[in-house]
C-alpha cells in the first residue's frame, strides 16, 4: 500500500516527511515511468447516502495527493475525483499500456477496493455500452484499442488475439470460458524463469472486437 504521509500538526514518529512538491510535467510517460503505476479512484456518493446525509470526507489539493479529513494525505502517481471521466482515467492509466503491448511489453491492469467502491464501473463490462461512450469502462475500451492497433499495423506486422476469462474467488480458481472445467484441474504455478502461469484453463482466439467481446459476454 502507497506509504501515508501526515500533514502538520503531527506527533508521530513513524511517519516520514515528504518533499511536498509535486511534478507537474504534461509530458507522456515513458515505459520505464509505467513500470508500476498506483491510482486512486473516488467515486460520488450515491443516492442512499445522500438521504443519509453523508459527507465526503476527502479532499485533492493537488493531482496526485488525496487527503483524508483534516492531517492525512496519501501520494500516488494519480488522483481522480468523484467527478473524473471514465476517457481521463483511461488515457492517463491505460491507453499507454496498451501502446506498449505492441511494442513487446506485458501489460496488467488491476482494480482494487473494498465492494462498492466503483470496480466494476470502472474495469467496465460489456453491458455499459448501452450508456454511451463516455460510460465505458477499461475492458472495453482496451478492446477497441488493441484491434485498431492491429488494423493500423496490418501489412507491416503480424498479431494473433487470444483471451482467458478466468475469477479467482476464494482461493479457487474458475474459468468462465469453460466453467464446466473442475477447480482442481486449474492450478497457479511458477515457472523455472519466474514466470507465474496459469495451466488448465481455456484460451480462445479472437479475430476482432466483437468476437472478443461475444467471448466475455457467453
Do not use: W
Amino acid at each position: 500500500a502507497p506509504p501515508t504521509v501526515p500533514m502538520p500538526p503531527t506527533t508521530s514518529h513513524h511517519e516520514a516527511a515528504v518533499d511536498a512538491e509535486e511534478d507537474q510535467s504534461t509530458e507522456d510517460p515513458t515505459v520505464e515511468d509505467l513500470a508500476v503505476r498506483v491510482a486512486v479512484r473516488a467515486r460520488p456518493l450515491v443516492a442512499k447516502e445522500r438521504l443519509e446525509r453523508a459527507r465526503e470526507c476527502l479532499a485533492y489539493p493537488s493531482p496526485t495527493t488525496v487527503v483524508l479529513g483534516k492531517n492525512r494525505a496519501f501520494h500516488f502517481d494519480e488522483v481522480f475525483g468523484p467527478d473524473s471521466e471514465q476517457t481521463r482515467v483511461y488515457d492517463n492509466l491505460v491507453a499507454p499500456l496498451v501502446d506498449a503491448c505492441f511494442d513487446g511489453y506485458n501489460a496488467t491492469v488491476l482494480a482494487y477496493g473494498q465492494t462498492g467502491s466503483g470496480k466494476t464501473y470502472t474495469m467496465g463490462s460489456m453491458a455499459a455500452h448501452a450508456g454511451g461512450d463516455d460510460e465505458v469502462g477499461v475492458i472495453p475500451r482496451v478492446i477497441r484499442d488493441i484491434f485498431a492497433g492491429i488494423d493500423k499495423r496490418r501489412g507491416a506486422s503480424e498479431c494473433t488475439v487470444r483471451c482467458a476469462f478466468l475469477e479467482v474467488h476464494n482461493e479457487e480458481v474458475r474459468d468462465l470460458l469453460h466453467p464446466d472445467v473442475t477447480t482442481k484441474k486449474i492450478s497457479v504455478r511458477e515457472r523455472a524463469d519466474g514466470a507465474i502461469v496459469v495451466s488448465g484453463i481455456r484460451e480462445c482466439e479472437a479475430r476482432g472486437a466483437e468476437e472478443m467481446v461475444r467471448l466475455l459476454e457467453n
